[in-house]
């Protein structure tokens, strides 16, 4: 409630959905994701800077969740690693034109990451939107992100349901 209004947003808990998966045997699978920032980093390679491009910030199973189609990289590890970071195929473009990016490094501020993946461009009509993406965990130590926290709501957390398991019924 806010402003004498009441505002619906689609955050949960840090904890929702590593509890819901270690509780309840129907989750598959879950990932954390914000996306859509856009500003709030320098990204550089060299010396061209790249500070109006949308980020996001997911679990390293955010690739095995939602199906982002990948040009290059591995979906299943693209995110495994703290120091990685996977583009889109228009900013890999904007970046290092037709230089191969992978294994690239480029900086966030002055974090060093390197380039684990390129995926092609996010449809317009998904409310998931991104230029690049890294993991979750960096943002414990670039926002004190508090991922162990049940009062920390900063996340929309998606859990996928193992098949044959009616999703009316478990909610």
Known sequence: ??????NLIGESPSLVGP???????EVANYTRVQSGWKGS?????GEKNFYNERLANA???FFDVFHFPFIKGNPKTALNVRYSIVL????????????????????IDEEELKVTGVIKAIPANSHIQFDYIVPIENFKYWRSSQLESWTYIQYTTYVELNEGTDGEAFS
């Open 1 to 6: 409630h806010s402003g004498g209004g009441t």
């Open 19 to 25: 509890t819901l998966q270690a509780e309840y045997p």
């Open 41 to 45: 980093y320098y990204l550089h390679h």
């Open 59 to 61: 679990d390293p199973s």
């Open 88 to 107: 889109t195929e228009e900013l890999a473009q904007k970046c290092f034109g037709n230089e191969d990016p992978m294994n690239k490094i480029m900086l």
